[in-house]
């Protein structure tokens, strides 16, 4: 609320919150922070998901909230189960009650060893960065910032901070809002 009201320069993260009431041509992200990437999870031992067929006629638990533009969750025989939060959802997988449920990581991280996954079937990637006011002040911020945050990335900073909640990624920015490194800059 203090960022869209304009008393903020800055938020971390909620991108596709805020573009939901902004202009993607009004915000710049900066070098992401880090990655996320959205799974379909099954109890261990299950076989992992690795298309979305699978799902045909399964139930599958989902947190309110969770948006994903990319997965056409209709197309499929997919009963979708909303729960209020994650810790809800993995009560229902381990009792039975859902066949798989839908996560992050890196949030799931701590739980994986009671989980399967298919490491190369993500749902959705995104970055988390930090949004700023595409005027001068906020693309000064993200310029410096940015920088910054590619030099933690090269030199093992960020994965230094963010422990056994780092998250490899390759980042190549694909939105016009997303922040490119200038040739002038080093």
């Known amino acids: 609320m203090t960022f869209m009201s304009g008393r903020s320069l800055a938020v971390v993260g909620l991108a596709s919150e805020i573009l939901r009431n902004v202009d993607s041509k009004n915000i710049v992200a900066t070098y992401p922070l880090s990655v996320y990437k959205a799974f379909i999870f099954t109890r261990k031992g299950e076989p992992a998901i690795s298309s979305m067929s699978q799902l045909n006629g399964k139930v599958v638990g989902i947190t309110l909230g969770y948006e994903f533009n990319s997965v056409q969750w209709d197309k499929y025989q997919i009963n979708l189960q909303h729960f209020s939060n994650e810790k809800y959802q ?8 859902v066949d798989a449920i839908v996560g992050f990581l890196p949030d799931w991280i701590p739980f994986l060893e009671s989980l399967s996954y298919d490491p190369e079937f993500p749902i959705e990637v995104g970055y988390d960065y930090i949004i700023v006011w595409n005027n001068p002040k906020g693309r000064r911020f993200a310029e410096k910032i940015s ?18 909640r780092y998250m490899e990624f390759d980042y190549r920015p694909s939105e016009p809002y997303e922040w ?4 002038t800059q080093e």
Not at 90 to 97: D, H
């Open 180 to 183: 490119k490194p200038s040739l």
């Open 90 to 97: 993995f009560n229902r997988l381990y009792a039975g009650r």
């Open 147 to 164: 920088y910054a945050l590619l030099h933690m990335k090269e030199d093992g900073t960020l994965k230094e901070i963010m422990g056994d």
